[in-house]
Structures are given as C-alpha cells and as structure tokens.
C-alpha cells in the first residue's frame, strides 16, 4: 500500500507570478490573449506562454505589454514584487 506524503509548499517562480499578474491585469481590462497580442505586436501564443510562465520576458516586452493595457511597466512589477517571497538582505 503507497503511502500518501502531506502536500508540500510550492514556490511559484518570477515568470509564473508574473504571468498571474499579467493574465490578471489583462481580464481587468477585459481583453482576450488574442487581443492584447494585437495591440502589444506578439504572437498569441507568446502571450499564452508568458501567462503560463513558461517565458520570461524581457524589459521591452514589459514594457510594451504595459502600453498596450494601458498600465504603466512599474506597476506591472510592482504587483509582481508583491507576489515574490521576500528575500532577506545578507548582514
């Protein structure tokens, strides 16, 4: 007989808290993925990748995401900043 483990913590990576942000932000402004692909110039499917967090974007992509849902880019990472496990400074 298997014995079932308790269900451990898992930490979500940047590009996934990232992606959460990104897919968050975009249903507020009731746009689809095709739509903001559209208006930010990516393919769909990237669109579909960073919200998976399978991609990383760059500053320019930020960047561009950010004008396409009208949101300026620090306001983007700052809710991914909030997001992140908070990391303690070496003393």
């Known amino acids: 007989m298997q014995r079932h483990r308790g269900r451990t913590a898992v930490t979500k990576t940047a590009e996934e808290l ?3 942000v990104l897919r968050e932000v975009r249903k507020g402004r009731g746009l689809s993925q095709e739509e903001l692909a559209f ?3 990516y393919h769909p499917t990237y669109i579909g990748q960073l919200e998976r967090g399978i ?3 760059s500053l320019r ?3 561009s995401l950010s004008v396409a849902l009208n949101t ?3 306001e983007l990472l ?5 997001l992140l496990p908070k990391v303690r400074a070496p003393r």
């Not at 700052?78 to 909030?82: D, I, S």
């Open 78 to 82: 700052r809710r991914l900043e909030f």
């Open 18 to 20: 990232f992606g959460k």
């Open 55 to 57: 991609k990383s974007p």
């Open 72 to 74: 300026p880019g620090s």
């Open 39 to 41: 208006e930010s110039g």
């Open 61 to 63: 992509t930020i960047m």
